[in-house]
């Protein structure tokens, strides 16, 4: 078997692109709440590569850990984790935030990244090899209004990531951080609770970076040598220079 790459938040968007763009290298753990998705895209890549598909919701951890528990033990030899499962839920004020929607985005995009982190990295310390790519976003590095939950998610993906890069320097595992701006998925439907009118002006008048470009950036650093670690990559689209800098045309 290829080297196994595990893949969260594989059902849509940039983790979908990631595991498409993986497979020519690495058999897939692909992983998601909606197992339909992942049975249609483990059919699609079959044809090259090994996949194995897990469903659960990275924010219950007892569900990460029965996931991984239940891998046949020539898939836990797992060389590259990508941790990309995450969404926005909601952008309003803090005045006015909804608790769910707080709870729903601290659960899923950092503590389940850590839970994920939890379970398979000690394989990879134990090798003294691995890779382990956190998906954060511009929304990690500087704030914006109404952004504010998920702006303290994603800055803790970011400080997760590189307390990660400390903690794992002495096993040879590389720790990467990649933080996009605007990228056209289904993260704006999720966002604004399936609102077609809000979800498409995020990306009006821009021509936003797309799901591909990120997986393109996964598979650049992944591809570097062994003795390079790319720590840290913000990517924009080029329309964009900051989170609330934009240049729109009408
Ligand atoms: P999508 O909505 O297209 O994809 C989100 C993915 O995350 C889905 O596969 C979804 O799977 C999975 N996911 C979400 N919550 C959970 C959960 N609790 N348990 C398991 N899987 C979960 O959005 P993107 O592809 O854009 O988002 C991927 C990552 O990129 C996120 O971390 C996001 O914050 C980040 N990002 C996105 C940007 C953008 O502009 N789009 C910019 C910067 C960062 P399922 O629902 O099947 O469980
Ligand atoms: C997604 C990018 O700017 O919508 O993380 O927060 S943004």
Redesign the pocket.
Known sequence: MKKIAFV?????????AIARILASDFALII????EE??KKLAAELRDQTDVYILT????NSTEVNSAFDSLPSNWKNIQLLVN?????HGRAPIHKGDLSDWD?MI???LK?LLYVTRAISPGMVEKKTGDIIN?????GKEVYPDGNV?CAS?FGVDAATNGMRLDLNPYGIRVVGI????????????RFKGDEDKSES?YKGIT??Y?SD?AETVKFVVDRPPHVTIADITIFPTAQASSTIVNRQS
């Open positions: 969260t938040g594989a059902t849509s968007g940039i983790g979908e992983c998601g709440r909606r998705r992942l659960f919701d990275v924010s990309n499962a995450g969404n926005a729903a659960d899923s995009n389940g998906i954060g976003s511009i929304a998920y994603k933080h996009p701006g605007l990228v056209e998925t289904e993260f704006s439907m999720v995020v936003p970076l799901a990120i």
